[in-house]
């Protein structure tokens, strides 16, 4: 696998980016960049922390997602039960874990015989990439814009974009990125994803999420400019671009459809055939 340096637009091995590795990730954000995204990072950190949203027993990660039982990790949990069923009977798959956050899924794969690439912005102990000590398993962890995976030259046979699909500028460009180094019968899997029928709700939900969070640290809670959620309407991108939609429950999803604050849940799949 190679990767663009950080500060200029060639490709170099891993090998040849030591110098960028510390702690077991790979900071590849620009000299530019690091600045402003280390504050944004520590700012995120300390409303995480304060939130009580970070998970400090380090004796839970290792058998995550199935060692939490709150909601969110229920949610997680029905993601690897189509996960295992769609790389079934397979070992050995290079899997890109886009948005991997404190690299469960990453831990879980690698466990499972594969080589993992985890992918995340955030790197701390706890709420990010950092969190990799925490695991007996071994991946590659890097530090890279999510949106940023043209960066990489590699042909994987599994790109998971994590629970992250509604965080993007361009979702366009990023599957068409995310298409280029994806191997002949490789598999993107988009997971958890909300579909709101009313997207109204969740917008004045995340601004006040947003003013709080800008109120308290002198910046945006969304690091880019993104939307930051599913409308019903998002889900013409995924037939126009030829990508399977499936329910998590089409009973539960059934009964959200007279629920306009509750969103829909979904993941969704997409095969490269040529």
Same mark, same amino acid.
């Given at each position: 696998? %190679? ?15 030591? /110098? ?26 300390? @409303? ?36 295992? %069923? ?48 925490? @695991? ?36 366009? %460009? ?10 002949? /019968? ?57 990508? @399977?939609?499936?329910?998590? /429950? ?11 604050? %509750?969103?829909?849940?979904? @993941? ?7």
């Amino acid at each position: 696998m %190679k990767i663009w340096h950080p500060n200029n637009k060639v490709f170099l091995s891993l090998n040849d980016l030591e /110098n960028y590795h510390l702690d077991g990730i790979y900071n590849l954000i620009s000299d530019e960049d690091s600045q402003q995204v280390n504050y944004f990072l520590k700012s995120f950190e300390a @409303y995480r922390g304060l939130n009580k949203l970070k998970i400090t027993n380090t004796k839970l990660y290792e058998n995550l997602p199935f060692s939490m039982h709150t909601s969110q990790w229920l949610e997680r949990q029905k993601d690897i039960k189509f996960i295992d %069923k769609t790389i079934e009977g397979k070992t050995n798959l290079k899997i890109l874990d886009v948005g991997a956050w404190n690299g469960w899924l990453s831990n879980y794969l690698t466990k499972k015989n594969h080589q993992l690439v985890a992918l995340d912005l955030f790197t701390d102990k706890y709420d990010g990439l950092g969190a990799n000590k925490y @695991y007996n398993s071994k991946y590659i962890s890097i530090q890279l814009y999510p949106d940023e995976i043209f960066r990489i030259q590699e042909a994987f046979d599994l790109i998971i974009f994590n629970r992250n699909w509604a965080f993007f500028q361009n979702p366009q %460009k990023v599957f068409e990125d995310a298409k280029k180094i994806l191997s002949t /019968n490789g598999t993107i899997l988009f997971t958890g994803l909300a579909f709101y029928k009313n997207p109204i709700i969740a917008k004045k939900q995340l601004e006040k999420t947003n003013n709080d969070f800008k109120k308290s640290y002198g910046i945006p809670l969304l690091y880019k400019n993104t939307k930051g959620y599913l409308s019903f309407d998002d889900k013409l991108f995924f037939k126009r671009n030829g990508i @399977y939609i499936f329910s998590y /429950n089409p009973i539960k999803n059934f009964v959200k459809s007279f629920f306009s604050k %509750k969103p829909k849940i979904y @993941y969704a799949t997409y095969t490269k055939d040529t």
